[in-house]
């Protein structure tokens, strides 16, 4: 299949600005919140969905305006990602690696790369990442091999957490170059000696497609190996940057599991001892729904802030490495703040909507399940040792994605 065959019947709306991106994400929102619960269920892949927020012109928001793109804010993008959340966190889960990815080709690409890249991806071209490799002794380390046979360029190896590879066009691989440093690859999904296997069988976020991607003497564009090198020549803030989006997913967890608490507290029987009427007018259960709204509250503050905070560094030339380290600290506060209210919420509901809200008819469940799998991006227990350690002893968290 060509490079651009999956996209010949894809008509994609290019986006101009902030307002339009929102909308676009209200539009592709409420169609993802149809049949959720079913594909929960039933472990159903949302490729309506993804390709509807294709089809929107969601993928490239954050593309620069030279290149033909909206670069809407970080405050717009994270709503973006609290919205999309909210319907279906898969959903919101699926595009935030090629958002991020984008960032990382801004940062080390050059002209005709960017040209390139942006171009596709403005014409509806999706791309996902190879996730890390399941024998591997930390998600760093790379064994994919990227070798040159004369003018060939092939990749062998294997990836897991390959989150949304069966929607993409494109695949981005870590492979080790033959020189001995890591290179990130961009293929065509459909290029022989791919292989994507639909294997991940995660208890939350089911129909994400975060399975492995099998490559064995896939041969390459070298036009398309960028150096990662280079993401270490300079502070930049590309860890903070792919952490905001995973703290807005959290928080449209949270904020859809409050909304069903809302709901389901207003059907639930209230317990015999508390003599009232209905159990939303129980004591306990109205104090309880006042801190899980205040924990909410503090989660989508600190996200807003952390946000704002990456806009002021966009519109800045160059960065400093302290001002990095401010910008992965503000997003760790938030982040402690959306894990808290993603699984609190998420589970209070199931008690505050009493025995009705354990029915599998109502897949009540799916908001913790969610929220239980995807918090695990990124540890907070980490995130607070680095936010203790940045305010007490003035040390700089490490640079990379997950802080």
């Not at 996209?7 to 986006?15: C, E, F, N, T, W």
């Not at 940057?241 to 029987?269: H, N």
């Not at 704002?308 to 506060?333: G, M, N």
Request: hydrophobic residues 40%; charged residues 20%; without cysteine.
């Amino acid at each position: 299949m060509s490079e651009l065959s999956s996209l010949s019947k894809r008509s994609v709306h290019i986006l101009k600005n902030d307002q339009q991106a929102l909308n676009a994400a209200y539009q592709v929102a409420d169609e993802a919140l149809v049949n959720r619960n079913i594909r929960d269920q039933q472990r159903i892949l949302p490729y309506e969905a993804i390709e509807h927020l294709s089809q929107k012109g969601l993928g490239g928001i954050r593309i620069p305006k030279r290149y033909g793109g909206a670069f809407v804010s970080n405050k717009t993008l994270a709503q973006v990602f609290r919205i999309l959340s909210k319907a279906d966190s898969n959903v919101g889960q699926i595009p935030q690696n090629q958002i991020s990815l984008l960032n990382l080709i801004d940062l080390m690409g050059n002209e005709e790369q960017k040209k390139r890249v942006f171009g596709e991806i403005l014409a509806g071209k999706r791309l996902a990442n190879g996730g890390p490799e399941r024998q591997s002794k930390d998600s760093k380390t790379v064994h994919t091999t990227l070798i040159q046979n004369g003018e060939v360029w092939v990749l062998n190896g294997e990836k897991f957490y390959s989150t949304g590879s069966i929607f993409a066009d494109w695949l981005a691989i870590k492979a080790l170059h033959p020189e001995g440093h890591v290179v990130l690859v961009l293929v065509d999904r459909f290029t022989n000696g791919i292989e994507i296997e639909d294997d991940w069988n995660g208890f939350g976020q089911r129909t994400t497609a975060s399975g492995t991607i099998k490559l064995n003497q896939v041969h390459i564009d070298p036009a398309l190996i960028f150096d990662e090198r280079l993401l270490t020549q300079a502070p930049n803030y590309r860890g903070a940057y792919s952490q905001l989006m995973q703290v807005a997913i959290d928080v449209g967890i949270a904020e859809a599991a409050f909304t069903d608490l809302i709901s389901a507290v207003k059907k639930a029987r209230p317990v015999i001892d508390a003599n009232v009427e209905k159990a939303s007018l129980e004591h306990f259960t109205i104090q309880e729904t006042g801190k899980l709204q205040v924990l909410l509250d503090a989660a989508i503050a600190l996200l807003d802030d952390a946000a704002e905070y990456l806009d002021e560094l966009d519109s800045q030339f160059e960065v400093t490495d302290a001002q990095a380290a401010r910008a992965s600290i503000l997003v760790a506060e938030a982040k402690v703040y959306a894990n808290d209210a993603a699984l609190t919420i998420s589970e209070k509901l199931l008690e505050l909507g009493g025995s009705r809200a354990s029915l599998s008819q109502h897949n009540l469940d799916q908001h913790w399940r969610n929220a239980r799998v995807h918090t695990l991006h990124d540890p907070v227990r980490w995130k607070i040792h680095a936010i203790g350690n940045y305010y007490l002893n003035g040390v700089f968290p490490a640079r990379h994605a997950w802080i």
